[in-house]
């Protein structure tokens, strides 16, 4: 369980929002929502353990984690541009967090095609990240994330930019992998619709400031 | 790069003018320094101990050079592509120093803070390399660190990587291109590095390029001088051949990230680290140049500043700053103009004329000493017997200036999205307004920066004018070298004096450079 508690964030010398409160139960899918601007991804940023926040505290599964450094938590973040490694092979940067966490080759090599194929990504396992396309590349993001078994999955608009149809299909591949696998997931973004399409709770921003 | 230009005939008059010149002046003396020394029964010379300890020592402290470089210039990379700090643009300038200082000066400078038994060592000429090439190397690696998008390095912590773990798995692969062409430069610099060896070196500590002087100058073995010349070209571009292909199937570099990696110093432990890595890396920087200035007023022991006013009431000095200035307001106008027309050739040519940006590199492969050779024993029949002609100088010092000026334009120019001139084009102007009110207005800071660099160049350079000036039209370079050759502490504090003109010369030109450099990211960040 995630429970953030009354969390203040300055943000380039300007206070975004104060005593945000939040709990996201075990394999709950919770969308947040809001206007451009108002916090949302600086928010996720701070629960991953990338920014810092100024007052209010972070637990996971009743362990505070508001000072563990973001390597330490095992919160997963799909980001908004995918950030895939441009020096490693698709399953190279599904491998990465195995590689951190030294896994044997052999087992690590089996979960990489196992989580692959769970995205239908099989075939581009040696394929460079710079050739893929959007979907590819957005499905080696969640495959990554995935790889690592994160206690909670935060995903940064991640179907924001790819057309109509792709967006369809992803959202729906998305929302079904994520509940076979029974991930804990704060997904943000600024649709409604696929909000509701993918989430068991649909919040706004504006609604968790006391 | 596809562009407007590219129909149009006249990419092909832009090439003219840079191709004949390197042609005439570079290719043909190396071409003639091959033809030559396999000609002579010299190749003998190769097989002697003492030639065989001559490259041995030009390798090695190459080698442990660009090492020592790397040491210092990898954590200033890192400081200065992570943070930003208070005067940062200060440091960056003075850091960036010694690199632009003629190669004399630092060799003065080290002559003047070493203890007289480091003189002529081995430790002494890599200390001055390093000196010479860390602020440069860091520079080149900060601009590769700042591509580096920092949600990568987020990506990589939220996948458990701790930053040691992110260092050796995210940023050493993605930096590695950067370090490896930085260190190939600095090992090219440091193996033909000639005005430092010469005065630092000594006739102990000889490397290729300063025994290929010694030969032709001193011991009017021309025929053996061509020989090592040919050797260390052929060393240079084997080097340059391996290494480009040994990084050509790197992945594709990323492009500019939209937003800046580089934060606010916030932890005490980050404080203390940037404060202790900036500081030594200034001292070093501005040490060796203060203390050139220092010994220009302290004759004897006791403060005078009567080698400044020698400096400035010597006719035979007052005359050599004015050829200097003289013959580097020609090399500056050429370099600037040839890098500009070399740039538009590769930049609007769709890779028709790609190779020009090769043909630049060959002044910097070649070195200056080489070039310089290479052009007596060419130009040396009527009717192009043109050793002893005025323009010969500022034309050498213009081609070694020459991969440098279109290297500064060349990013710039190919940056332009064509979409600008299309913009342009629809708007009724023909090609030649489009270039003049797009391209221009855009590369004319550039074009200023290729033109202070080349002025730079051609009043430090040492190595072609060691072969090309004249009894009486000597460059300072030259003269501060003659002033140390002879006895006598008020000589030497003359030699000092001039050194520190130089320094102020190239303290000025860094600061315009980083001036248009700083102007122009902060009209790019408004954009």
Known sequence: MLEIDKVSIIYDSSQLFANLSLTIKHHEIVALTGPSGSGKTTLLRCIAGLESISTGSIHLNGHDITDQPAHLRNIGMVFQDNQLFPHLTVGQNVAYSLKIKRTPKKIADNKVREVLSLVGLNHLIDRTVTNLSGGEAKRVAVARALIAEPQVLLLDEPLTGLDIELHGRLLEDLGKLLRTRGTTVLHVTHDKAEASAIADRVLDLRQLIS | ?527
């Open chain 2, 1 to 527: 790069m596809t562009t407007i230009y590219n129909r149009s005939q006249a990419i092909y008059w832009l090439a003219i003018a840079p191709i004949v010149a390197i042609v005439i002046f570079v290719i043909a003396p190396v071409f003639n320094i091959f033809v030559s020394s396999l000609q002579f029964e010299s190749l003998n010379l190769l097989r002697t101990e003492a030639i065989r300890n001559v490259v041995w020592f030009t390798t090695w402290q190459s080698l442990v050079s660009t090492a020592f470089t790397l040491v210092i210039a990898l954590p200033l990379a890192f400081v200065t592509a992570n943070f930003k700090f208070k005067a940062q643009r200060l440091t960056t300038s003075l850091i960036s120093l010694p690199f632009i200082l003629p190669s004399i000066v630092v060799g003065v400078a080290f002559l003047q803070i070493l203890p007289n038994n480091f003189h002529r060592t081995a430790f002494a000429l890599i200390l001055a390399h390093t000196y010479f090439n860390f602020g440069f190397t860091s520079r080149l690696i900060t601009a590769r660190w700042l591509q580096i998008h920092p949600h990568l390095d987020d990506a990589a912590r939220t996948l458990g990587a701790s930053p040691f773990k992110l260092f050796i798995t995210l940023t050493m692969p993605l930096l590695s291109k950067a370090i490896t062409n930085a260190a190939l430069i600095v090992f090219t610099l440091c193996f033909t590095s000639y005005g430092v060896v010469r005065v630092l070196g000594g006739p102990s500590r000889s490397t290729l390029e300063t025994e290929i002087y010694f030969r032709a100058m001193q011991l009017g073995d021309v025929s053996g001088a061509m020989l090592l010349s040919a050797l260390q070209i052929v060393i240079i571009v084997s080097l340059f051949f391996v290494t480009t292909r040994a990084s050509r199937n790197k992945f594709k570099q990323s492009t500019k990230p939209t937003i800046s990696r580089q934060k606010s110093l916030q932890t005490r432990k980050q404080k203390v680290i940037a404060a202790t890595i900036i500081s030594i890396a200034t001292l070093f920087a501005i040490v060796p140049v203060l203390a050139i200035a220092f010994k220009s007023i302290n004759t004897n022991s006791r403060f005078t500043t009567t080698a400044w006013r020698t400096v400035f009431t010597s006719p035979e000095i007052t005359q050599s700053i004015t050829k200097t200035l003289i013959y580097a307001v020609i090399a500056m106008s050429l370099a600037t103009l040839l890098g500009l027309l070399s740039a538009c050739s590769v930049a609007y040519s769709n890779n028709n004329f790609h190779f020009i940006s090769g043909l630049t590199t060959l002044p910097i492969v070649i070195s200056a000493v080489s070039l310089g050779l290479g052009i007596i024993i060419t130009f040396d029949t009527q009717p192009f017997d043109w050793r002893g002609a005025q323009f010969m100088l500022p034309l050498a010092h213009a081609l070694v200036a020459l991969p440098l000026a279109m290297r500064v334009i060349l990013p710039v120019l190919q940056a332009i999205p064509d979409s600008l001139r299309q913009a342009s084009s629809v708007l009724g102007a023909s090609p030649r307004q489009t270039w003049l009110n797009i391209d221009f207005k855009i590369i004319r800071r550039a074009a200023i920066s290729a033109a202070a660099i080349s002025a730079t160049v051609s009043i430090g350079e040492f190595g072609a004018s060691s072969f090309l000036a004249r009894r009486g039209a000597e460059t300072l370079p030259i003269m501060i070298s003659r002033l140390l050759s002879r006895p006598g502490d008020s000589l030497q504090s003359q030699a000092f004096a001039l050194a520190t003109l130089l320094a102020i010369f190239s303290l000025i030109v860094i600061f315009v450079i980083d001036s248009f450099a700083n102007t122009k990211s902060a009209r790019d960040s408004h954009a």
